[in-house]
């Protein structure tokens, strides 16, 4: 189902998924007179305490999902790997944006790979890997070091192995729970960067500005505006990321994942790609006058596009398990935005909140 018309204020929004990006992205509809409907497949989700109406279901039950979709004007996602099959019944009975080509292709590392790489843009080396005998003979092909990844459900460093020997190809496969994977060379990168853009569904693509990202433990540490590349690079990197979401018909948000490496020479690589908002535009909340979660909302409901021009410098620190004790003191330091989700338990690993560090614009 399409509209072609903008979604009024009073519109419902139905979200697939009631983490912290739901929960944000609620509360960003709100300011624009939108309502929310959150559907996860666990109560008490943090995005459910911000929401006008909450369902819990499983997301394979396609009658539920259907359901909920009725009672809604637009239905987007926060998580990636929703079940194609709750896409489209979700897609029957109200539009569905971004498109579930940006799912297909996110959803599956080597899908992925082979889109980004089928558009001429630069990869890590990488190949495919379905059982032990093929892991040894891509081991040939992309010499270590090297990292097994599953080709579905990984995040935050989770369902990979670090590979350096052939001898240890046993092991890391029966550590992915030997899944259907892909090994991919590690890259000798002097930068992570990331691209936050958005797409209207009128084809207008607006970008952030380039954010470079450190991690600590398989997990996004701090992410830092401006980045520490010459401006050449950032329109390189812009482009990158506009070219793939038009080849996807992208609506929304979509975040590009890059390595830069090349030293005096500097190039890019394309990591992975996210087709919702991200972990590192959560400084657009506090340094831009249109953060990710609005401009997400504005895209899928046909609305103009909101202003991406950054007024401040900026530094987003994830607060990780316990980390987010210190609310107080962050609370208390001056030009320090503090941004918590409402989790109930704080567990090593989970991301708990996060905050935003300001400064003037250089």
């Known amino acids: 189902m399409m509209r072609d018309t903008p979604l009024p204020p009073g519109s419902t929004i139905g979200i697939l998924g009631g983490g912290q990006l739901g929960r944000m992205l609620s509360a960003s509809a709100s300011r624009l007179g939108l309502k929310t409907h959150i559907y996860n497949d666990t109560p008490d989700a943090p995005a459910f305490h911000v929401a006008a109406k909450a369902s819990v279901g499983d997301y394979d039950d396609l009658e539920a999902v259907a359901q909920f979709a009725e009672k809604v004007d637009v239905v987007t996602c926060e998580f990636e790997n929703v079940p194609a099959a709750a896409l489209e019944a979700a897609g029957a009975a ?24 089928g558009l001429g843009i630069a ?87 380039v954010v470079e990202n450190v991690h600590k433990d398989g997990i996004l540490d701090t992410s830092t505006v401006p980045a520490n590349i010459p401006a050449a690079l950032a329109a390189e990197a812009q482009a990158i990321a506009g070219k793939i979401a038009e080849a996807l018909g992208h609506v929304g948000v979509l975040t590009v994942e890059m390595f830069q490496t090349g030293g005096d020479k500097p190039s890019l690589a394309v990591n992975e790609i996210a087709p919702r908002v991200h972990n590192s535009g959560h400084w657009t909340q506090d340094a831009c006058l249109i953060n990710q979660f609005e401009n997400h909302i504005r895209a899928i409901c046909g609305w103009p596009l909101g202003d991406v021009a950054r007024h401040s410098n900026a530094v987003m620190t994830n607060l990780i398990g316990d980390e987010a004790d210190d609310w107080g003191e962050y609370a208390a ?30």
């Open 94 to 117: 109200a539009p569905v944006f971004p498109p579930v080509k940006s799912f297909e292709v996110a959803q599956d590392r080597l899908t992925e790979k082979d889109f980004i790489s």
């Open 123 to 209: 990869v890590a080396a990488y190949s495919p890997v379905d059982t032990l005998s093929d892991l040894k003979d891509s081991i040939l092909r992309v010499p270590p070091p090297a990292l097994l990844k599953t080709r579905r459900f990984g995040y935050d460093g989770k369902g990979q192995a670090r590979i350096h020997t052939l001898c240890e190809a046993e092991s890391a496969w029966e550590s992915i729970g030997e899944a259907p994977a892909i090994l991919e060379g590690m890259v000798a990168f002097e930068r992570e960067l990331s691209v936050v853009t958005v797409r209207g569904r009128d084809g207008e693509v607006r970008f952030y500005d």
């Open 333 to 362: 330091e001056p030009g320090t935005a503090v941004h918590l989700y409402g989790k109930a338990e704080a567990r090593p690993g989970r991301k708990m909140g996060h905050i935003n560090r300001i400064s003037p614009k250089t």
